[in-house]
């Protein structure tokens, strides 16, 4: 049987071994997928788990559960040597091995992309995984916890202001997300206004949301305006050291919770091996997917996803000329890729990738939300429909899509939950307080031997 490599299990390389498994005959070829979490994060509802909309572990899907004729290793591939064919997995722990392959598919993601600004990388929180939405949901309701107890002040007024950087899709549905999350916390507690929280997405363009009209997007910031969240529109973050938010216009503030979603990069991994990368540090590849390089194709090299260039056919679509990091490439993507894969595999030849955007919706808080499909845009509650029905069935696997409708329609009868559980970061806190330890050499006097020891709280019988 060949040998097949996947490397990453994201979108696109979850999808590709799940077709895999569908269009491979048996004993055709054997299926290794690597990846250092043991499942694929459903990013679009990372802002819904950060406004505890969802459960944290429903927008996850369970690599080892789903994928059941693949070889699932949890550890990160650190090196492709493609010319020799072999792999190196380092796990968390024990020693590195090198593995052979015959055909390799570069899915490993991307990662955020950051800039040298002072203090975001001390104080800044991501939203690219399922425990940097976690953090954000913990660290608001903490800070309402904290914050309830003060006399109003600058240390109050910091732990009620909330920033969120970058005015993508990402930024602003988390956004939305946070300040709808912050408005029913408020009747919680009675000793905190709505006017005490203080909500600024700071954006660098001159406009949000680039994948929707300039009228849609105007009217989503006029809709978060009227929340009482403000958008900085060409305005750059220059300082964020120790919470303190200083921008290009001059104004500054404190802040104890920044959100960074200002784009994506390829999962730097690629450079660790000998497969070609363009300027943005992503793999070359063609059409149809596989790798390629000044002098055509390279045999069983295949990528998709974040990581790849891969071009966008469609008229004045993509950016470059390449097709956009999003949910909706890398999921067509790696369906695609699994025929082509075990098209060649059989001698047949592999078909180009060719999507044409069907539209973008995105939901901005509980009722509030757009899409935006040519000139047709709707607003609202009825957008905020859609954006929950699309995504709901757009959820790999029906196991997670019940939880997923399940937690929606429970948090309607019920309310969302708003407990915050940030000492799970401190796990031990609690018992190490408490916790008795054995006293320093020469202080007491020692038991003699033979002498009867407590056990359990009870004194111990001869």
């Known amino acids: 049987m060949r040998k097949i490599l996947i490397v990453g299990g994201g979108y696109a390389g979850f999808y590709t071994a799940l077709k895999l498994e569908k269009w491979l005959a048996r004993g055709e070829a054997q299926v290794t997928m690597v990846d250092p979490l043991p499942y694929m994060t459903y990013q679009p509802f990372l802002p819904e788990v950060a406004a505890g909309s969802i459960e944290p572990r429903h927008a996850l899907v369970s690599h080892r559960r789903h994928l059941r004729k693949t070889t699932v290793i949890t550890a990160k591939v650190t090196n492709v040597d493609h010319a020799a064919k072999k792999a190196t997995i380092t796990p968390a722990v024990g020693q590195p091995w090198t593995i052979d392959y015959d055909i390799v598919v570069m899915t490993a993601g991307a990662v955020s992309r950051t800039f040298p600004i002072p203090g975001v990388a001390d104080e800044a929180i991501g939203l690219k995984n399922i425990e940097e939405a976690i953090a954000v949901r913990d660290r608001l309701i903490t800070n309402f916890d904290k914050a309830s107890n003060l006399p109003p002040g600058p240390e109050r007024d910091r732990l009620l202001t909330f920033v969120v950087v970058g005015g993508g899709f990402a930024g602003i549905e988390v956004f939305g997300e946070m300040r709808s999350l912050a408005s029913s916390l408020v009747a919680k507690y009675p000793t905190i206004s709505f006017d005490d929280t203080h909500f600024h997405l700071i954006e660098a363009m001159g406009r949000i949301m680039p994948e929707v009209s300039l009228k849609t997007s105007l009217w989503v910031i006029k809709n978060l305006a009227e929340r009482g969240a403000q958008v900085h529109l060409d305005t750059q973050l220059t300082s964020a050291v120790g919470g303190k938010i200083e921008l290009s216009t001059g104004e500054t503030f404190e802040s104890d919770l920044i959100v960074w979603t200002a784009g994506v990069m390829a999962n730097p991994m690629v450079r660790n091996t000998d497969l070609p990368i363009e300027e943005r540090g992503r793999l070359r590849v063609q059409a149809d997917l596989r790798v390629i390089d000044d002098s055509g194709v390279i045999e069983d090299a295949w990528a998709a996803g974040d990581v790849a260039a891969v071009p966008d056919l469609t008229p004045g679509g993509g950016v470059g000329g390449f097709c956009v990091p999003n ?136």
Not at 335 to 352: C, Q, T, W
Not at 421 to 448: D, L, M, N, Q, Y
């Open 327 to 462: 949910a909706q490439h890398a999921v067509r993507q790696g369906k695609l890729m699994s025929k082509n894969i075990v098209a060649v595999i059989r001698g047949e030849a592999p078909r180009d990738y060719y999507h044409e955007n069907q539209g973008a919706v995105a939901g901005i808080g509980l009722y509030h939300g757009v899409f935006q499909s040519g000139k047709i845009a709707i607003k609202g509650f009825l957008a905020w429909l859609m954006h929950r029905g699309y995504h709901g069935f757009a959820m790999p696997m029906w196991e997670r899509k019940i939880r997923v409708f399940g937690n929606w329609i429970i948090n309607f009868l019920v309310r969302r939950d708003m407990v915050s559980i940030e000492a799970r970061v401190h796990p031990r806190a609690a018992f190490e307080e408490f916790a008795s330890r054995p006293k320093p050499a020469g202080e007491g006097h020692p038991a003699p031997a033979g002498a009867p020891v407590a056990v359990g709280g009870n004194p111990a019988k001869k």
